[in-house]
């Protein structure tokens, strides 16, 4: 099998540990790749690797492809449905990282962490104000695993929870006492701080624009740790300079690293706390995907080949 991205040692321990045969190539090009993955039974990848179309028409071999993580939405899953090619993926390995680091960046907003952690790093003793979470509202949208655990922290601090999401979730927001709703602009009407946590599909590109930061109250805290291209850099910079987003905490931005003049803008701009992409990096996260991962390529690759 192909290893194209890096890893942790333990997946690749217990991919070696079940007997097959492992090229780790952490950082092929695209080019190289193309030229040797019909040699393959197996594709595993993180983020970085697209396994689009034109990947998987080549790979003449390939069975199963892994992705080391959360997201799918690098690879082109309907390509490889009608290959026959299996996809696995270790879906729930990150909720409770992702879920501690999106809390994490809405008390960073709310408190101001970065222009005080600025101030601080430039000799001036000087307070920023900020305010509590207890009482407000979050509007989470998205309500699946990662959103549901968000809310469930949050509840805990106080905050009032207005869930979103495209499928009917209201018995599992009524459990956790938050409210449900089909409408997004209702939510953000409504929200306090907006936190994100759908796939990225083509529904959800761009699904934050300038008419819904137009919904949204003046002074609201965005948080982003879904994927960038659900938010529109180009609004998100309008509605920061409108004093409709008080600040904004974007884990992932529509390139990374950022390429637009826009996503640049808005990593070095004062009201925006931007990290590298760090959501499921954890160890206890890591652990998880590296076991699920390898478990789930080893069971799909037996019943691949026991197909044959
Ligand atoms: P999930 O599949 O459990 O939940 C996603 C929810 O979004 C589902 O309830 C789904 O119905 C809903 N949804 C889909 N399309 C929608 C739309 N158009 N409008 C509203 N809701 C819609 O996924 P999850 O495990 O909670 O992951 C959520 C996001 O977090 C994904 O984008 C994933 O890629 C991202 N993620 C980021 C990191 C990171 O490092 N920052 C790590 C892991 C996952």
């Excluded at 299996?86 to 809405?106: C, D, K, M, Y």
């Excluded at 990225?200 to 740790?225: D, Q, S």
């Excluded at 974007?250 to 390429?259: G, I, K, R, S, T």
Aim: glycine residues 8%; proline residues 3%; charged residues 30%.
């Amino acid at each position: 099998m192909l290893v194209t991205d890096h890893v942790a040692d333990l997946l690749l321990e217990r991919l070696r540990g079940a007997g097959l045969e492992v090229d780790y190539r952490p950082g092929i090009s695209r080019g190289e790749l193309l030229r040797i993955v019909h040699g393959y039974d197996a594709l595993v990848v993180r983020s970085r690797t697209r396994v689009d179309r034109e990947v998987i028409e080549r790979a003449e071999r390939l069975k199963v492809i892994a992705r080391a993580g959360v997201g799918l939405d690098n690879i082109d899953v309907e390509a490889a449905r009608e290959r026959g090619i299996r996809v696995v993926n270790a879906p729930a390995a990150a909720t409770q990282s992702v879920a501690e680091l999106t809390i994490g960046l809405l008390i960073a907003a709310a408190r101001r962490l970065a222009e005080s952690l600025e101030l601080a790093r430039g000799g001036v003793w000087k307070k920023v104000m900020g305010f509590e979470l207890y009482g407000k509202t979050l509007a989470v949208i998205g309500f699946g695993r990662i959103g549901r655990r968000v809310a469930e922290i949050a509840r805990a601090i106080g905050m009032k929870i207005v869930a979103y999401d495209v499928v009917d979730l209201s018995s599992h927001a009524e459990k956790i006492g938050a409210e449900f709703t089909r409408d997004l602009h209702e939510a953000l009407r409504r929200a306090d701080a907006v936190t994100l946590h759908v796939p990225l599909t083509p529904e959800t590109w761009h699904l934050i624009g300038r008419r819904e930061f137009e919904a949204m109250k003046r002074g609201v805290i965005l948080v982003n740790t879904s994927r960038g291209p659900v938010v529109d850099s180009e609004a998100l910079l309008w509605a920061l300079e409108e004093g409709i987003v008080a600040a904004a905490a974007l884990d992932v931005l529509e390139h990374e690293p950022p390429a637009t003049e826009a996503e640049k803008r808005l990593v070095s701009h004062p009201r925006v706390f931007v990290t590298t992409h760090i959501g499921a990096s954890t160890r206890e996260a890591q652990q998880r995907v590296a076991e699920e991962t390898a478990r789930k390529l080893i069971e799909a690759l037996a019943a691949q080949c026991g197909a044959d």
